[in-house]
């Protein structure tokens, strides 16, 4: 399916979504959200994809929501339609994994939109930050949650109260990405992820992403209660049994995803 907004190829079970309003710094506009809601969806059908790679330009993965969009809203435009908001809880919804890989900028909603994915792999140059104070405003795409829960309080307050911007060194010290990449390995190293996880059964990386996520969501003693029985759960399928008769047996395991 073609796109205005975003670049959508798959490739060896491997998709790639690139936002692409390079004019803009691929700002995120009512459209851009909603074609990515759309693709998600798709890819989330589509049997050869095991795995989706989000990213954008080397400058700019997203310099967040648009604000010339945005300028002349109201409050009955932004509650009425659930601005942005609605769309960009398909990332969420999304049960196969999505890896945001960061160049460039990634501020407001673009920090957001690489947070709602399952890890970030940064460029050296990536760029976060939370700047909505700049603008009047405050985050609405889950800034003042997600960001405090991975960096802390002390960090994301003073993001969200100043709009500095946190370089790929910083970021990977606070815990934000998972690892930071030079620019121009930023894909291959993305790829190499996503070819990692595509070998696995994809019935486990499900449970994966709920168990993590599950951590953010509950207290320790029931996400620990939900960990053993997703863990119990997977003694269910034909993919455990291969995963330990090919380790016993010294050879790689065949997952066919029952
Ligand atoms: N929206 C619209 N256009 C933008 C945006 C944006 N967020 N960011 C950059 N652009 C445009 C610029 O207007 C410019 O366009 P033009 O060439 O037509 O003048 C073009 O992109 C290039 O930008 P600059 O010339 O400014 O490039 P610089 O390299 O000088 O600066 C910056 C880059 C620092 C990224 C700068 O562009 C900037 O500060 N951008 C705004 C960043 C920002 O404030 N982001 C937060 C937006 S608010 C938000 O994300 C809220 C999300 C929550 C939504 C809640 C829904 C429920």
New binding site residues.
């Given amino acids: 399916m073609a796109y205005n907004t975003i670049i959508v190829e798959v490739e060896d079970q491997i998709a790639t979504v690139r936002l692409n309003r390079p ?3 691929n ?3 009512a459209e851009l959200l909603s074609e990515l809601a759309q693709a998600v969806a798709e890819l989330e059908a589509d049997a050869r994809v095991r795995c989706t790679i989000l990213t954008g330009s080397e ?2 993965f ?9 300028a002349d809203l109201n409050f009955v435009d ?1 509650f009425s339609t ?4 609605a769309d ?1 809880e398909a990332i969420m919804r999304c049960r196969k994994p999505i890896i945001a890989a960061v160049s460039g ?1 990634a ?6 939109l690489a947070m709602m994915c399952d890890f970030i792999l940064a460029s050296e140059t990536a ?1 976060f ?4 104070i ?2 009047g ?5 889950g ?1 003042s949650q997600r960001l405090t829960r991975f960096v802390g309080k002390s960090k994301a307050m003073e993001m969200h109260l100043t ?1 500095r ?1 946190m370089d790929a060194e910083e970021a990977e010290r606070s815990g934000l990405v998972s690892r930071v990449v030079p620019v121009k390995k930023l894909m291959e190293e993305a790829q190499a992820a996503a070819r990692k996880i595509a070998e696995k059964s994809a019935l486990a990386t499900m449970v994966v992403k709920e168990a993590v996520n599950r951590s953010y969501e509950t207290t320790l003693r029931e996400g620990l209660l939900f960990e053993r029985r997703a863990f119990h759960s997977l003694f269910a399928t034909e993919d455990q049994t291969e995963g330990m008769t090919a380790f016993k047996e010294k050879r790689e395991a065949q997952f066919r995803d029952k």
Avoid: H, R, W
């Fill in positions: 004019d803009a710094l700002a995120l506009n400058k700019s997203a310099a967040g929501a648009d604000i010339t969009e945005m932004v659930d601005y942005l908001a960009a900028y501020l407001g909603g673009g920090c957001e760029k930050g939370q700047p909505e700049n603008l405003v405050v985050a609405g795409l800034g709009g911007f």
